[in-house]
């Protein structure tokens, strides 16, 4: 049995880290997958429960050389007092770079500033690329314990042995100090691409009043159980998921849906954890505890699509695998072709020292995540909820979508308009109550709604044919309740009224209660459009995508929504297992398709879609199947759904692009001298804070 764990990992500085991380960790048995983010310093990982401990699985990240824990910590940071004690200590060698070379200090107080900087400020990344080398790894911090290294031990030969001209000193010290700002400006950036994931966090109330007999106490919402009464004041955000008891009020749950208009609750309405009750007091009880509330969900929801990854990371893992061995390697090829061509030690060092410093792994290791976490954390503000990274990154390929009809681009709540019965009224009337009782679909709320006096029956078997109908036996008599198709099938020589036909032509969903000799009632279904639909329609034909419609509901019904909303085309009369066969015929022509439902018939169709979206008001197992939720309910926001995507995928393209365009052109440079050791280690501390910056503007453009 799989077992799936989140831990906090600490000390990553670049993709390098996240692969050998990776590497480490899946060779062990037990392990199914590690998926380890660098932007949110954490690791999933799924492994079987019997085989492993989680104890043995933070061992073996510790064994790769750093530190994981359960607990929810803060990210280890450079302490301030080390980041400003450098920097105070390299403005007296960097200010002669600026005013003149001739205000450099003494060689040996050059020595006395760069020694403190280099072995105790910079300590972390000896320590850090000593456990890379350990693990035959190399890291951004091996490159820049190299670099920063070779320009002190040199400097201090040349002080000891000559007369201390053409010192390093300031550029290790140089370096360390911006490497150390660019981390913490980085790390500062970083905070902010999760910043929507926090708000939702923030919106949960760390206590509520609780009614406890004819007392109101205060409790802290992890202690307060399913069926405790709650009190909520005007003003307040709602702890729990709860239903109303008293009361009348209206709720502001934007921060869950998306949606910015007010929703009015009284007695028998839910309420929401984190939505805002606005203006009256409410009594509720609830029905789910903290860990299980619909706010809990969407933020675990969010956790998981930020932690897995965008199939295009892969590509950049591979890469990053190998990136500084080959760093290396071409700085080794600096030295020497530059010390056989000029015959200088001191260029040949310099170059080197700065292929060293500018070469910058962690630029391509958060492009992609830290676009992702803005991506998804704007997404969940809109009521979007991708399930993970994949369904993000594809949703922007999308060429169809097809839509299911009933509680889709329908209200999903059809109103039964008419009810015709041939024979005996109650009788017949008490049966259709009976089975339609056990049922969830639409139709069958319909029914209840409508028949509400009705008695129950006692049926002694039956059996459910998803897509036709459903049949019993009572009394010992079979009794089959359905659409026309399942009276075709099971009995076509049944005559069907004229009176069928009428309501048919009018648009109307038509279900039949029949025995084995004749037609016993027929029901009639009207379900208006949502108001949104239209505009939901008009919004995908902008992104120039195909809208189809896939419905089980008969001919004319279909055709009638279809031709209203000017769809590119419809299928009717549709069962479950076909549904999934016209998406396949989409995809067979190279056309990316996405399928929205509701229900359980659409769950199959759901699955093979390329994307599969579903509404919130849905069943679980369509929710569950879905890749992504729309927590409005709202038929526009797939389309806003896509662009989205859309705009994620074109952003992290660009931090790609210019990750590796920074490092095609920088290395050069700094081979042939462009770059002297302090402008490279300048340009490697703004890379990353480029890339983390350009994935922040994405919170513009969505």
Same mark, same amino acid.
């Given at each position: 049995?799989?077992? *799936?764990?989140?831990?906090?990992?600490?000390?990553?500085?670049?993709?390098?880290?996240?692969?050998?991380?990776?590497?480490?960790?899946?060779?062990?048995?037990?392990?199914?997958?590690?998926?380890?983010?660098?932007?949110?310093?954490?690791?999933?990982?799924?492994?079987?429960?019997?085989?492993?401990?989680?104890?043995?699985?933070?061992?073996?990240?510790?064994?790769?050389?750093?530190?994981?824990?359960?607990?929810?910590?803060?990210?280890?940071?450079?302490?301030?007092?080390?980041?400003?004690?450098?920097?105070?200590? +390299?403005?007296?060698?960097?200010?002669?770079?600026?005013? !003149?070379?001739?205000?450099?200090?003494?060689?040996?107080?050059?020595?006395?500033?760069?020694?403190?900087? /280099?072995?105790?400020?910079?300590?972390?990344?000896?320590?850090?690329?000593?456990?890379?080398?350990?693990?035959?790894?190399?890291?951004?911090?091996?490159?820049?314990?190299?670099?920063?290294?070779?320009?002190?031990?040199?400097?201090?030969?040349?002080?000891?042995?000559?007369?201390?001209?053409?010192?390093?000193?300031?550029?290790?010290?140089?370096?360390?100090?911006?490497?150390?700002?660019? *981390?913490?400006?980085?790390?500062?950036?970083?905070?902010?691409?999760? /910043?929507?994931?926090?708000?939702?966090?923030?919106?949960?109330?760390?206590?509520?009043?609780?009614?406890?007999?004819?007392?109101?106490?205060?409790? /802290?919402?992890?202690?307060?159980?399913?069926?405790?009464?709650?009190?909520?004041?005007?003003?307040?955000?709602?702890?729990?998921?709860?239903?109303?008891?008293?009361?009348?009020?209206?709720?502001?749950?934007?921060?869950?849906? !998306?949606?910015?208009?007010?929703?009015?609750?009284?007695?028998?309405?839910?309420?929401?954890?984190?939505?805002?009750?606005?203006?009256?007091?409410?009594?509720?009880?609830?029905?789910?505890? *903290?860990?299980?509330?619909?706010?809990?969900?969407?933020?675990?929801?969010?956790?998981?699509?930020?932690?897995?990854?965008?199939?295009?990371?892969?590509?950049?893992?591979?890469?990053?695998?190998?990136?500084?061995?080959?760093?290396?390697?071409?700085?080794?090829?600096?030295?020497?072709?530059?010390?056989?061509?000029?015959?200088?030690?001191?260029?040949?060092?310099?170059?080197?020292?700065?292929?060293?410093?500018?070469?910058?792994?962690?630029?391509?290791?958060?492009?992609?995540?830290?676009?992702?976490?803005?991506?998804?954390? /704007?997404?969940?503000?809109?009521?979007?909820?991708?399930?993970?990274?994949?369904?993000?990154?594809?949703?922007?390929?999308?060429?169809?979508?097809?839509?299911?009809?009933?509680?889709?681009?329908?209200?999903?709540?059809?109103?039964?308009?008419?009810?015709?019965?041939?024979?005996?009224?109650?009788?017949?009337?008490?049966?259709?109550?009976?089975?339609?009782?056990?049922?969830?679909?639409?139709?069958?709320?319909?029914?209840?709604?409508?028949?509400?006096?009705?008695?129950?029956?006692?049926?002694?078997?039956?059996?459910?044919?998803?897509?036709?109908?459903?049949?019993?036996?009572?009394? +010992?008599?079979?009794?089959?309740?359905?659409?026309?198709?399942?009276?075709?099938?099971?009995?076509?020589?049944?005559?069907?009224?004229?009176?069928?036909?009428?309501?048919?032509?009018?648009?109307?969903?038509?279900?039949?209660?029949?025995?084995?000799?004749?037609?016993?009632?027929?029901?009639?279904?009207?379900?208006?459009?949502?108001?949104?639909?239209?505009?939901?329609?008009?919004?995908?034909?902008?992104?120039?995508?195909?809208?189809?419609?896939?419905?089980?509901?008969?001919?004319?019904?279909?055709?009638?929504?279809?031709?209203?909303?000017?769809?590119?085309?419809?299928?009717?009369?549709?069962?479950?297992?076909?549904?999934?066969?016209?998406?396949?015929?989409?995809?067979?022509?190279?056309?990316?398709?996405?399928?929205?439902?509701?229900?359980?018939?659409?769950?199959?169709?759901?699955?093979?879609?390329?994307?599969?979206?579903?509404?919130?008001?849905?069943?679980?197992?369509?929710?569950?199947?879905?890749?992504?939720?729309?927590?409005?309910?709202?038929?526009?926001?797939?389309?806003?759904?896509?662009?989205?995507?859309?705009?994620?995928?074109?952003?992290?393209?660009?931090?790609?692009?210019?990750?590796?365009?920074?490092?095609?052109?920088?290395?050069?440079?700094?081979?042939?001298?462009?770059?002297?050791?302090?402008?490279?280690?300048?340009?490697?501390?703004?890379?990353?804070?480029?890339?983390?910056?350009?994935?922040?503007?994405?919170?513009?453009?969505?």
């Amino acid at each position: 049995m799989a077992e *799936k764990i989140t831990l906090n990992i600490q000390g990553m500085t670049c993709a390098s880290c996240v692969s050998r991380i990776e590497r480490i960790v899946s060779k062990k048995e037990g392990i199914e997958s590690i998926n380890v983010n660098l932007a949110t310093e954490k690791a999933r990982v799924h492994f079987e429960k019997g085989k492993l401990k989680v104890d043995e699985i933070i061992k073996l990240i510790e064994g790769a050389g750093f530190s994981a824990s359960i607990e929810k910590k803060e990210v280890d940071q450079y302490p301030m007092w080390k980041l400003l004690i450098s920097s105070l200590i +390299s403005l007296p060698l960097v200010l002669p770079m600026i005013f !003149g070379h001739h205000y450099m200090p003494n060689g040996w107080i050059q020595l006395l500033l760069a020694t403190p900087v /280099q072995f105790i400020i910079g300590y972390k990344f000896y320590v850090s690329a000593y456990k890379a080398v350990k693990n035959r790894e190399g890291n951004m911090d091996l490159l820049v314990a190299l670099g920063t290294s070779a320009a002190y031990f040199y400097s201090l030969y040349l002080l000891l042995t000559t007369s201390g001209h053409a010192l390093y000193f300031e550029s290790a010290v140089v370096i360390i100090t911006l490497v150390l700002w660019g *981390k913490f400006l980085e790390q500062k950036a970083k905070k902010q691409t999760s /910043q929507a994931l926090r708000s939702l966090e923030k919106l949960m109330p760390q206590t509520a009043s609780v009614k406890v007999g004819n007392e109101v106490v205060t409790k /802290q919402i992890e202690d307060i159980n399913i069926d405790e009464i709650i009190l909520i004041k005007p003003g307040q955000n709602i702890p729990l998921d709860a239903i109303v008891l008293n009361g009348v009020s209206e709720c502001d749950e934007s921060m869950i849906t !998306g949606e910015s208009k007010l929703i009015h609750k009284e007695i028998g309405d839910a309420v929401f954890a984190g939505a805002m009750n606005i203006d009256g007091l409410l009594e509720a009880r609830v029905l789910k505890r *903290k860990s299980n509330t619909l706010l809990s969900q969407i933020i675990q929801a969010v956790e998981l699509a930020q932690l897995n990854k965008a199939p295009i990371q892969k590509l950049v893992d591979k890469i990053s695998h190998y990136f500084v061995p080959v760093i290396l390697v071409i700085a080794l090829i600096t030295f020497i072709v530059t010390y056989f061509v000029m015959s200088d030690f001191s260029r040949a060092f310099e170059h080197a020292v700065a292929v060293l410093v500018i070469a910058c792994p962690c630029a391509l290791g958060l492009a992609t995540p830290t676009t992702l976490m803005v991506g998804t954390g /704007q997404g969940a503000k809109k009521g979007i909820i991708f399930r993970d990274a994949q369904a993000l990154e594809n949703a922007h390929n999308i060429n169809v979508v097809a839509f299911d009809k009933t509680g889709t681009l329908t209200q999903g709540t059809p109103k039964l308009s008419n009810l015709s019965i041939y024979g005996d009224e109650k009788l017949i009337r008490n049966i259709i109550y009976s089975i339609q009782i056990q049922s969830t679909h639409p139709l069958a709320h319909a029914c209840i709604e409508y028949l509400q006096n009705a008695e129950l029956v006692d049926i002694t078997s039956n059996k459910n044919n998803p897509g036709l109908g459903i049949q019993v036996n009572i009394a +010992s008599k079979n009794y089959y309740l359905g659409s026309r198709h399942y009276l075709q099938k099971v009995h076509p020589e049944i005559k069907i009224p004229q009176e069928s036909d009428d309501w048919k032509l009018q648009g109307h969903s038509l279900s039949f209660l029949f025995d084995d000799q004749e037609i016993l009632a027929i029901m009639s279904f009207t379900d208006e459009l949502r108001a949104e639909s239209p505009a939901a329609i008009e919004k995908l034909k902008d992104l120039s995508i195909k809208s189809i419609l896939i419905s089980g509901d008969q001919e004319i019904s279909v055709r009638s929504v279809a031709q209203e909303l000017g769809l590119d085309d419809f299928y009717f009369e549709v069962r479950p297992e076909e549904k999934l066969s016209i998406i396949k015929k989409y995809q067979s022509q190279d056309l990316k398709v996405a399928m929205i439902g509701d229900g359980i018939n659409d769950a199959p169709a759901l699955a093979g879609a390329d994307v599969s979206f579903a509404m919130a008001s849905g069943s679980d197992i369509a929710m569950q199947t879905a890749d992504v939720t729309l927590m409005n309910n709202n038929p526009q926001s797939i389309a806003d759904a896509i662009f989205v995507s859309k705009k994620t995928y074109s952003k992290i393209k660009q931090n790609l692009f210019w990750a590796f365009f920074y490092n095609l052109i920088g290395i050069p440079l700094a081979a042939f001298g462009y770059l002297s050791p302090e402008i490279a280690g300048l340009a490697m501390a703004l890379s990353s804070l480029s890339v983390v910056t350009n994935s922040l503007l994405l919170k513009r453009q969505i």
